[in-house]
């Protein structure tokens, strides 16, 4: 199993609104990454965890609070968003590992509308 | 941070044709990789050059690194429409480093 799902495929929130965006992962996988993607635009790094510890937070505002409650399940609560930061939000995994598995494995990523 | 430039940032071409996209960084790296995203959707990895690799082939996919100049380049042949999609080149900088430095994108369209 290759897969990296995202739920929900589509949010939208108002500003006051809390949710939360889902990653999930069973390759074993003990890096997981969240990247924010505006269009037509690379993907941008928001977090890294590495054995489900906080390993980089790339400055992201504290309205944006990540959650790794286990090595497979990596969470991004929401609250207080700003219109700008409607966006693709994209989850990815990758062993931790030398010997040239270096491949990174995306989710579909979550459309977020913040109105 | 994004240090990768691709060039050209957009490219149509006929279906059958090949597609050329090129890319450059900025710091050394450990290998450079290159990954398709279908309009709206998540990235898919298509293939990774060391940094001590020159060229790397895979199906119609052919990878050139020249770490002189600090550019690579991604060739497709005989080209689909299905190929159509937006192209990132990423680089890692360390064999221990996390994170992916992502270039600004080729979109490709090919045209049936």
């Known amino acids: 199993d290759t897969e990296v799902t995202q739920t929900p495929k589509h949010l939208v929130m108002g500003m006051t609104n809390k949710k939360s965006l889902k990653c999930e992962q069973h390759?074993?996988?003990?890096?997981m990454y969240w990247y924010k993607q505006k269009a037509k635009k690379p993907p941008e790094l928001m977090f890294v965890y590495s054995y489900e510890k906080l390993s980089i937070n790339e400055s992201v505002p504290s309205r944006f609070s990540p959650e790794c409650p286990n090595s497979s399940l990596l969470n991004l609560h929401l609250h207080a968003l700003q219109p700008e930061d409607s966006a693709l939000y994209l989850c990815?995994?990758?062993?931790?590992?030398?010997?040239?598995?270096?491949?990174?494995?995306f989710g579909p990523g979550t459309r977020l509308t913040v109105l | 941070s994004q240090q990768g430039e691709e060039d050209p940032q957009a490219l149509s071409i006929q279906e059958g044709e090949n597609a050329t996209m090129n890319c450059s960084y900025k710091?050394?790296?450990?290998?450079l990789q290159w990954y398709r995203q279908n309009s709206g959707r998540g990235l898919v990895h298509l293939i990774l050059?060391?940094?001590?690799?020159r060229e790397k082939h895979s199906g119609r996919l052919r990878v050139t690194l020249d770490t002189s100049k600090k550019s690579s380049s991604l060739l497709i042949t005989a080209s689909r429409a299905a190929d159509t999609a937006s192209y990132f080149c990423a680089s890692r900088s360390g064999a221990g480093s996390y994170q992916l430095t992502f270039g600004k994108g080729t979109k490709l369209s090919v045209i049936p």
């Open positions: 050059i060391r940094s001590n690799e």
């Open positions: 710091t050394s790296i450990n290998n």
């Open positions: 390759m074993g996988h003990r890096a």
């Open positions: 990815a995994s990758r062993f931790i590992a030398g010997g040239g598995t270096d491949t990174q494995y």
